[in-house]
């Protein structure tokens, strides 16, 4: 988790990058850790990707961490989502990733593919890491092929964010177990009755696709590749495109004069699916009253939404596995660390975390009640498997859904690059 939109997690980052100087945070450097001065402390680097307010509570995190184990150190290092990905790059193919860092299942396969990942099994079986007291299926998300390649810090699913007022006025009332031919119809009735577009542009979305297909009994990866054809794409965009035209899906070109605020919350659009933690970007953005509400279905049930999270992970080339260990644990079981965190990374993932943090805002209270009332529909099922270059493919599903829909590619040539970008990705 991990990845939405990949454009919406940088336009919403883009600015921390610049910050890390002002918040005290070290730059990474050297390979692993090193071992103090003879005092018999270790340092472990630690790098993630986030704004400036995870990094102040994560700092925080930080210094409870290091009252409870002095002999540990923690060096930080926090970028953009993409620079940090730029960077890890880089450090990955250098042989000197950071010890601990933040992750998610896009990537997973891409890095044990080339040794990068330890198995936290082997720190598990040491007694120096906790799999036990997490939510229901949660840790199922950082394994691959049999090895525990990532612990989740938090945990969200996709949803549908609308504009409350908007749907209030349009007389559209989102049910439980709708239908994607009823979001539709809904979609026009507000674009009929208020003149804003009813969606902000659904086709690009990878993870939305995912579920639509899993709904039809396929899936956007398989462990290899891709789980659908060229023509289900081309039905899929082809139905994206026409809505644009016909003015109840926003035009990409304003989407894009927006950025960075999403053209939901700049009240040219009524809806928007993404993950239910990133809902608090609205309220922060926009003027009106944003909600959660349910995934469009085929046949009324079934929506096929899964857990998804973000994730620590260990370097494999890490000289102090334990102590990586160790701090992974205590992130993500700590309570105080719960109560600092909050929902910044999306619902707390460990039952302790979960329990000690008590959310007071009304967004928060949401986010919470609608995982909740997710998972005791019955849902909720394991999330698709990513394979190694799915990253790439998420980029450019995003990227050629957008060109489309602006006309500036047709869609049988948008469907044709994409299935030759998603093959070299896979390859690569």
Same mark, same amino acid.
């Given at each position: 988790?991990?990845?939405?939109?990949?454009?919406?997690?940088?336009?919403?980052?883009?600015?921390?990058?610049?910050?890390?100087?002002?918040?005290?945070?070290?730059?990474?450097?050297?390979?692993?850790? *090193?071992?103090?001065?003879?005092?018999?402390?270790?340092?472990?680097?630690?790098?993630?990707?986030?704004?400036?307010?995870?990094?102040?509570?994560?700092?925080?995190?930080?210094?409870?961490?290091?009252?409870?184990?002095?002999?540990? !150190?923690?060096?930080?290092?926090?970028?953009?989502?993409?620079?940090?990905?730029?960077?890890?790059?880089?450090?990955?193919?250098?042989?000197?990733?950071? *010890?601990?860092?933040?992750?998610?299942?896009?990537?997973?396969?891409?890095?044990?593919?080339?040794?990068?990942?330890?198995?936290?099994?082997?720190?598990?079986?040491?007694?120096?890491?906790?799999?036990?007291?997490?939510?229901?299926?949660?840790?199922?998300?950082?394994?691959?092929?049999?090895?525990?390649?990532?612990?989740?810090?938090?945990?969200?699913?996709?949803?549908?964010?609308?504009?409350?007022?908007?749907?209030?006025?349009?007389?559209?009332?989102?049910?439980?177990?709708?239908?994607?031919?009823?979001?539709?119809?809904?979609?026009?009735?507000?674009?009929?009755?208020?003149?804003?577009?009813?969606?902000?542009?659904?086709?690009?979305?990878?993870?939305?696709?995912?579920?639509?297909?899993?709904?039809?009994?396929?899936?956007?990866?398989?462990?290899?590749?891709?789980?659908? *054809?060229?023509?289900?794409?081309?039905?899929?965009?082809?139905?994206?495109?026409?809505?644009?035209?016909?003015?109840?899906?926003?035009?990409?070109?304003?989407?894009?004069?927006?950025?960075?605020?999403?053209?939901?919350?700049?009240?040219?659009?009524?809806?928007?699916?993404?993950?239910?933690?990133?809902?608090?970007?609205?309220?922060?953005?926009?003027?009106?009253?944003?909600?959660?509400?349910?995934?469009?279905?085929?046949?009324? !049930?079934?929506?096929?939404?899964?857990?998804?999270?973000?994730?620590?992970?260990?370097?494999?080339?890490?000289?102090?596995?334990?102590?990586?260990?160790?701090?992974?644990?205590?992130?993500?079981?700590?309570?105080?660390?719960?109560?600092?965190?909050?929902?910044?990374?999306?619902?707390?993932?460990?039952?302790?975390?979960?329990?000690?943090?008590?959310?007071?805002?009304?967004?928060? !209270?949401?986010?919470?009640?609608?995982?909740?009332?997710?998972?005791?529909?019955?849902?909720?099922?394991?999330?698709?498997?990513?394979?190694?270059?799915?990253?790439?493919?998420?980029?450019?599903?995003?990227?050629?859904?957008?060109?489309?829909?602006?006309?500036?590619?047709?869609?049988?040539?948008?469907?044709?690059?994409?299935?030759?970008?998603?093959?070299?990705?896979?390859?690569?």
């Amino acid at each position: 988790m991990g990845t939405s939109r990949n454009v919406e997690r940088r336009t919403i980052l883009r600015a921390a990058g610049a910050s890390a100087a002002a918040l005290g945070l070290a730059a990474t450097a050297g390979c692993g850790g *090193d071992s103090g001065s003879g005092s018999g402390t270790v340092t472990i680097r630690y790098s993630w990707w986030g704004a400036e307010e995870r990094a102040k509570r994560i700092n925080q995190t930080i210094s409870l961490f290091e009252k409870k184990y002095p002999k540990i !150190k923690v060096k930080t290092d926090f970028q953009t989502y993409q620079s940090f990905w730029e960077k890890f790059q880089t450090q990955a193919a250098g042989g000197n990733p950071p *010890d601990v860092f933040q992750n998610a299942v896009g990537f997973l396969r891409k890095y044990d593919k080339r040794g990068i990942l330890l198995d936290l099994k082997s720190q598990v079986d040491a007694g120096n890491l906790s799999l036990d007291h997490f939510r229901a299926g949660v840790t199922e998300v950082g394994e691959v092929d049999g090895k525990q390649l990532g612990v989740p810090v938090g945990s969200n699913t996709m949803a549908l964010v609308i504009d409350k007022k908007v749907f209030e006025k349009a007389g559209v009332d989102p049910r439980s177990g709708w239908t994607w031919d009823e979001y539709f119809k809904a979609l026009k009735t507000i674009h009929d009755k208020t003149k804003v577009p009813g969606d902000t542009g659904y086709f690009s979305i990878m993870y939305l696709y995912d579920l639509y297909l899993r709904q039809n009994g396929k899936a956007f990866f398989t462990k290899d590749g891709l789980g659908f *054809d060229k023509a289900d794409l081309t039905e899929w965009w082809q139905d994206g495109y026409n809505r644009i035209k016909a003015g109840i899906v926003t035009d990409p070109k304003v989407v894009q004069q927006d950025m960075p605020k999403s053209s939901l919350s700049a009240g040219h659009g009524a809806s928007e699916f993404t993950w239910d933690n990133f809902t608090v970007r609205y309220s922060a953005e926009g003027s009106s009253t944003y909600g959660l509400a349910p995934i469009p279905t085929m046949d009324g !049930k079934h929506t096929g939404q899964y857990l998804a999270s973000l994730m620590l992970s260990a370097s494999a080339h890490t000289a102090h596995p334990k102590e990586a260990a160790q701090f992974i644990d205590f992130m993500v079981h700590d309570p105080e660390v719960g109560k600092i965190m909050g929902y910044d990374r999306g619902i707390l993932a460990g039952t302790e975390q979960y329990a000690a943090f008590k959310p007071a805002d009304s967004v928060s !209270k949401e986010i919470a009640r609608y995982e909740d009332d997710t998972a005791k529909s019955g849902v909720l099922g394991t999330i698709t498997p990513h394979p190694s270059g799915a990253d790439t493919v998420e980029a450019a599903f995003l990227r050629l859904g957008g060109d489309l829909g602006q006309g500036k590619t047709k869609v049988a040539d948008a469907v044709k690059q994409f299935f030759t970008e998603s093959e070299a990705a896979f390859q690569a």
